[in-house]
């Protein structure tokens, strides 16, 4: 049901001829199937504006009694309006400005005041529809114009394919086409289709239709509602030409890299990247060479290096790469990069893509976690579609490509994803050969409801509240970081604690570039770091950071991926005597039924969505305090883990949570796990054999499994990734290495810590482990299946 505001200030209850009248027309209106929120004050609307999404219309008092606060003047409103302040009406219609698209607001005038319309503020009749008169007209007509307002606006609202398909479900069609349920009715003939109908309800089997619906559009023919929900997408998200694709952001990077690069063409990498990406290489056959990112002391990946991508540099890569050597050509045809990282890593944009142009006419920007980049002024510049004609002129632009995880910070399914296009003429992308990539990856069986909610996350970000809603996850990621600042604070200054307490990686100060202030983060206005992208990027060489080689302004680091810190290690790679790793950690926040995104050594990555509230991150704030308490106390393990001592009782046994803490944080500092970690990614193995030649051999039993501590020299015929964040530690083709090169030595302390630690072990994809022994076993090439030369 839509919802209509009643900002008034008289009380609904109130005597009198006025208070009588609105009562009656607010019944009017909820006769007509809306329902009626009432706000007397400034401070009472602005909450319903902030909470209810459902609003349709707006009936809107100009005298309303203002709250307090910031004033469209600039001034702090009374209780109620005095000679030169704005009255609450003005506030509330500005609101509305911010937080909605086109809502219809009436403005309801004192009645006999004729002169009023005359002393209105000229804005004011562009932002309302109409004005109305309570006492002049008759409740049921005041209503009917007031409900004829919301339809408008409850059907123009929504985005092109999801009203279309509403259409469809409404006609109440018999289905005669796939799929079989035909609506759900299958379900109802089997007890266990029943329940699986009642859980899911009606609606959503009804809108699971078949290609056949030609009202509808094609997926694959980008026609129809279907192909102007595109198009919508395309100018909200600033594209020239956007996909919509249905099984997740990994077929969406599968799909750019099959297009941008042929067998035997040369790629350019970001060895960051996910492995997705690299399974488009495997498809298209391309040789892949590295770009190398950076790692810092909690073995965080980074940025790659402003070095690392001019062209001397990438030249040089190529040049000495055994795999570029006999390549069809010896310039690269595409480069990916991740931005932004797992970790929050943002690049600037437009300086990546200016450096990487001398180099290849292809830029794919993998931004399957930042979706969001376009709608907040923070990360103005810092997201694919900002490279363009405009802000990077002259016949060297690249074409550039963005794929996005739609369904992971914006609001849509699971598994939908978008590819965003912006062509250049150096590299033009012919839609048409295009298509046929597109429907290499795609379905001929699409799911309606994902499209749908492609098209509403969309609709979402569309003008105003796209920046509001992307606003307030920044505001609450910002609540959260400063509450952890100061509560570590808090518990040094009062000593009634041990002193230590959990961080989260954000830089110790900031700077307020308007005034020269600096301040503590915990103290620093939020408006300031809410708004002020310089609070964000990472100083060159700041310890916070600890990346090496940095520019100024060249990486940002997004507010929304809040990476907590555990003691035991910093950012520079310095250990201290007593740790706690993050393994434990995020283990007993599970037991707490709050799930974590990432857990690297003693990092652990809450990502902030538009679905954060105070309330979620309160409790987790609650959670680490709990934490710290039986940490503290040397609580036993049946307290704090009571199901990991379940499942390994012989292990953990009589162990304590300090105790175990203490214990992994020892090994972790002898074994040098971390340190291994950033060797292995920045020692890259040598490549011996295309990727692609060696899945050739894995499908036609060309390969065998490997015992770890016997895979000294062998080649690689799968990936290992290290999940999460799923990053690939060596390809296919690739060498293992000497027994004691960095790459076997990581992963053999992985293999021993896995064995020391049961119930933490790594999730290692491209690893299988022996159930008894606990040994790693890889897959390799069978040594007469020699790579081809």
Not at 292 to 316: D, F, H, S, W
Not at 352 to 377: G, I, K, N, Q
Not at 587 to 616: H, P, W
Request: some cysteine; aromatic content about 8%.
């Amino acid at each position: 049901m839509s919802t209509v505001l009643f900002a008034l200030r008289e009380d609904p209850s109130g005597r009198g001829a006025k208070s009588e009248q609105l009562r009656r027309i607010s019944q009017a209106v909820e006769e007509q199937g809306l329902e009626v929120r009432w706000a007397l004050t400034e401070d009472d609307a602005r909450a319903v504006l902030r909470t209810e999404a459902g609003l349709a219309a707006a009936v809107v008092a100009w005298d309303l009694p203002a709250g307090p606060g910031p004033r469209g003047t600039g001034t702090a409103g009374p209780a109620a309006p005095g000679p030169g302040a704005e009255p609450g009406g003005a506030g509330i219609l500005r609101e509305v400005g911010r937080r909605f698209t086109d809502l219809p607001v009436l403005l309801v005038m004192a009645d006999g005041a004729d002169e009023d319309l005359e002393h209105l503020p000229l804005w004011v009749a562009e932002t309302v529809v109409g004005y109305v008169w309570p006492l002049e007209d008759t409740p049921g007509f005041i209503a009917g114009r007031i409900a004829s307002a919301a339809r408008a606006y409850r059907e123009a609202v929504l985005p092109p394919f999801f009203r279309a398909l509403r259409r469809f479900d409404d006609a109440h069609e018999y289905s005669w086409h796939t799929p079989a349920h035909a609506g759900g009715v299958a379900f109802l003939k089997s007890p266990v289709g029943r329940a699986f109908f009642d859980y899911y309800g009606e609606r959503l089997f009804r809108t699971d239709l078949s290609i056949s619906v030609e009202e509808l559009g094609s997926l694959f023919e980008h026609t129809g509602p279907v192909g102007e929900a595109e198009r919508n997408a395309a100018r909200v998200f600033g594209a020239e030409r956007t996909y919509f694709v249905l099984h997740g952001n990994s077929t969406a990077d599968r799909m750019v890299g099959h297009y941008c690069v042929a067998r035997d063409e040369i790629a350019l990498v970001d060895r960051n990247c996910h492995k997705s990406v690299l399974h488009g290489l495997v498809l298209s056959g391309a040789r892949p060479v590295f770009l190398v990112p950076t790692r810092n002391g909690y073995g965080l990946a980074g940025p790659l290096p402003p070095e690392e991508i001019r062209p001397a540099a990438v030249t040089g890569r190529i040049g000495t790469h055994p795999l570029a050597l006999d390549a069809l050509a010896p310039d690269a045809q595409y480069a990916v990069v991740t931005n932004s990282t797992y970790d929050g890593l943002c690049y600037d944009a437009v300086h990546v893509a200016r450096d990487l142009a001398a180099s290849t006419p292809r830029v794919h920007f993998d931004e399957a976690w930042f979706a969001y980049a376009r709608f907040h002024p923070l990360y103005a510049g810092r997201y694919a579609m900002a490279v363009g004609p405009d802000t990077l002129p002259g016949p060297d632009r690249p074409t550039v490509f963005s794929t996005q995880s739609t369904h992971k910070l914006l609001a849509a399914l699971s598994q939908s994803a978008m590819v965003h296009v912006r062509p250049a003429p150096r590299a033009p992308v012919d839609e048409e050969r295009f298509n046929e990539t597109f429907m290499m990856h795609g379905t001929t069986s699409p799911l309606y409801p994902a499209i749908a909610s492609l098209d509403v996350a969309a609709g979402m970000m569309d003008g105003p509240q796209g920046h509001w809603l992307i606003d307030e996850a920044i505001t609450e990621a910002i609540r959260f970081r400063q509450a952890m600042a100061r509560t570590g604070r808090r518990i040094a200054a009062e000593g009634e604690r041990p002193d230590w307490f959990f961080g989260v990686w954000q830089p110790p100060t900031v700077t307020d570039p308007a005034t020269g202030v600096d301040y503590a983060f915990a103290d620093a206005p939020p408006a300031l770091l809410r708004t002020e992208p310089s609070c964000w990027q990472l100083a060159p060489e700041a310890d916070w950071h600890g990346f090496p080689g940095l520019s100024e302004g060249y990486c940002l680091l997004d507010p929304v991926k809040v990476t907590v810190t555990c003691p035991g290690l910093d950012a520079t790679g310095r250990w201290a005597e007593r740790g706690i790793p993050a393994r434990i950690l995020t283990a007993y926040l599970a037991g707490r039924n709050i799930l974590v995104e990432k857990t690297d050594t003693y990092t652990t990555l809450i990502l902030f969505s538009m679905g954060i509230t105070k309330g979620k991150w309160g409790t987790l704030l609650d959670a680490l305090m709990d934490f710290k308490a039986l940490y503290d106390a040397d609580a036993p393990l049946e307290r704090v883990l009571p199901d990991l001592l379940a499942r390994h009782p012989r292990r953990y046994a009589g162990t304590t949570l300090s105790g175990l803490c203490q214990s992994m944080h020892e090994h972790l500092r002898e074994a040098g796990l971390v340190t291994l970690l950033e060797t292995a990614f920045q020692d890259l193995p040598e490549p011996v054999a295309p990727p692609q030649w060696c899945y050739q051999q894995l499908i036609r039993e060309g390969t065998e499994r490997v015992r770890l501590a016997d895979s000294a020299g062998r080649v690689a015929a799968a990936m290992v990734t290290v999940t999460p964040p799923g990053i690939p530690v060596l390809m296919p083709g690739e060498s293992t290495g000497t027994a004691d090169g960095p790459l076997l030595r990581y992963l053999r302390a992985l293999e021993s810590f896995d064995r020391a630690f049961p119930g933490f072990a790594s999730e290692t994809h491209g690893v299988t482990v022996d159930e008894i022994t606990g040994d790693y076993h890889i897959e390799c090439l069978l040594p007469e299946r020699h790579p081809r030369p």
